[in-house]
C-alpha cells in the first residue's frame, strides 16, 4: 500500500460544448500512482490520479490520445510515468520526463521505447530540472529527436529569452507563458513569445489557464486575449493541456475539466481547433494519423 489516499476529485459531470475530433489529444496531464511516494524536493502527493481516474475524464471529454508529464513530486525518478505510459499503451500515449545532464544514453534510449518524447524544465518552485541546466538537457535529448517543455513566469520572459533563443531543437513555451499576473495581449512579452514562436522551433501551450488567470472562469478573459493572439499569429504551432489533476490549485478552486476544454470555442476556429488538438499534436510526438 502506498499510503497515499485514493482519488477525491470529480471525475465526471456534463459533456462540454466542443465536440472533440477524432484522434483529438490532451498534450498535458499527471499521474499519481499507487506505489510511488514524492521524493525529496518535491511537493506531497495528496491523493492519487491513477490510468483508471484519467480513463473517466478522457471519456467525458471524448479523447483519444494524451501526453503524461512527470510530476513536481517525483523529481528525477520517472518510475511512476513510465507505468503509466506502460497502462496507457504507445498507440495513444506519449511521455515527458525528467532528464538531467547525467542521464545515461541507455536510459533515454529505454525510456524513448517506453513512449517518452520530451524533457521537463521547471523555472517555478519545485522543479527538478531548471533553466540553469535546460541547454545542457537540449544537448542529450537531441539524437532522440525529444523536444523541451519549459515552463516559467513569462512577466520574467526577458531574464530567459537569450537561453530560449539558444535551444536547436523544439520546445514547449508552457502554460499559455504562465504570466503571473496577466499582461495585456499587446505587453512586449507577447510580442517576444511572437518572435520566438516566429524562429521554427517553439510550441505554445494552451493549458491551466485558471492557475494564472484573475478574472477566472469559465472564459478567463485575461489570459484568454493572450491565448488568442498566440493562436492567430502561429495556429500550426499551438497545442492543448487539461493539466488535469490540477494540483497547482486548492480543492476550493478546482476547475471543471470541461470548461477547460471548452476555451477552444471561443479562442479559434473550427479549422484551427482541429490543428490544435489532432494535427499539432500528432506532428510533434509522432501519432498516427487520425
Known amino acids: 500500500m502506498s499510503g497515499i489516499p485514493v482519488n477525491t476529485r470529480p471525475l465526471d459531470g456534463a459533456a462540454p460544448a466542443l465536440q472533440a475530433p477524432p484522434g483529438a489529444t490532451d498534450c498535458h496531464i499527471h499521474l499519481y500512482l499507487p506505489g510511488y511516494q514524492a521524493q525529496p524536493g518535491g511537493p506531497p502527493i495528496p491523493e492519487l490520479a491513477t490510468v483508471e481516474d484519467y480513463r473517466q475524464v478522457q471519456r467525458r471529454l471524448s479523447l483519444e490520445r494524451v501526453v503524461v508529464t512527470q510530476s513536481n513530486a517525483y523529481q528525477c525518478d520517472n518510475s511512476a510515468l513510465l507505468d503509466a505510459l506502460?497502462?496507457?499503451?504507445?498507440?495513444?500515449?506519449?511521455?515527458?520526463?525528467?532528464?538531467?545532464?547525467?542521464?545515461?544514453?541507455?536510459e533515454l534510449e529505454a525510456w524513448h521505447e517506453r513512449g517518452v518524447r520530451g524533457a521537463r524544465i521547471m523555472q517555478l518552485p519545485g522543479g527538478a530540472v531548471k533553466i540553469d541546466r535546460m541547454l545542457?538537457?537540449?544537448?542529450?535529448?537531441?539524437?532522440?529527436?525529444?523536444?523541451?517543455?519549459?515552463?516559467?513566469?513569462?512577466?520574467?520572459?526577458?531574464?530567459?529569452?537569450?537561453?530560449?533563443?539558444?535551444i536547436e531543437g523544439d520546445y514547449i513555451i508552457d502554460h499559455i507563458g504562465k504570466f503571473m499576473d496577466p499582461v495585456p495581449a499587446d505587453d512586449p512579452r507577447v510580442?517576444?513569445?511572437?518572435?520566438?514562436?516566429?524562429?521554427?522551433?517553439?510550441?505554445?501551450?494552451?493549458?491551466?489557464?485558471?492557475?494564472?488567470?484573475?478574472e477566472g472562469g469559465p472564459h478567463y478573459a485575461d489570459v484568454g486575449a493572450i491565448?488568442?493572439?498566440?493562436?492567430?499569429?502561429?495556429?500550426?504551432?499551438?497545442?492543448?493541456?487539461?493539466?488535469?489533476?490540477?494540483?497547482?490549485?486548492?480543492?476550493s478552486q478546482y476547475p471543471d475539466d470541461a470548461e477547460q476544454l471548452d476555451v477552444l470555442v471561443e479562442w479559434a476556429s473550427p479549422d484551427v481547433r482541429h490543428k490544435i488538438l489532432v494535427d499539432n499534436p500528432a506532428a510533434l510526438y509522432g501519432f498516427e494519423a487520425a
Open 136 to 166: 545542457d538537457v537540449e544537448r542529450r535529448i537531441r539524437s532522440l529527436g525529444w523536444h523541451l517543455m519549459v515552463q516559467f513566469n513569462g512577466r520574467h520572459l526577458d531574464d530567459y529569452r537569450d537561453e530560449l533563443r539558444r
Open 227 to 251: 491565448a488568442r493572439r498566440v493562436i492567430e499569429h502561429a495556429p500550426e504551432r499551438i497545442l492543448w493541456g487539461s493539466n488535469w489533476p490540477h494540483v497547482g490549485v486548492p480543492r
Open 86 to 106: 506502460s497502462q496507457l499503451g504507445p498507440e495513444t500515449a506519449r511521455g515527458v520526463a525528467v532528464v538531467t545532464p547525467d542521464t545515461p544514453d541507455h
Open 191 to 214: 510580442d517576444e513569445l511572437l518572435r520566438l514562436l516566429d524562429r521554427g522551433n517553439a510550441w505554445f501551450k494552451i493549458c491551466a489557464g485558471y492557475e494564472a488567470s484573475l
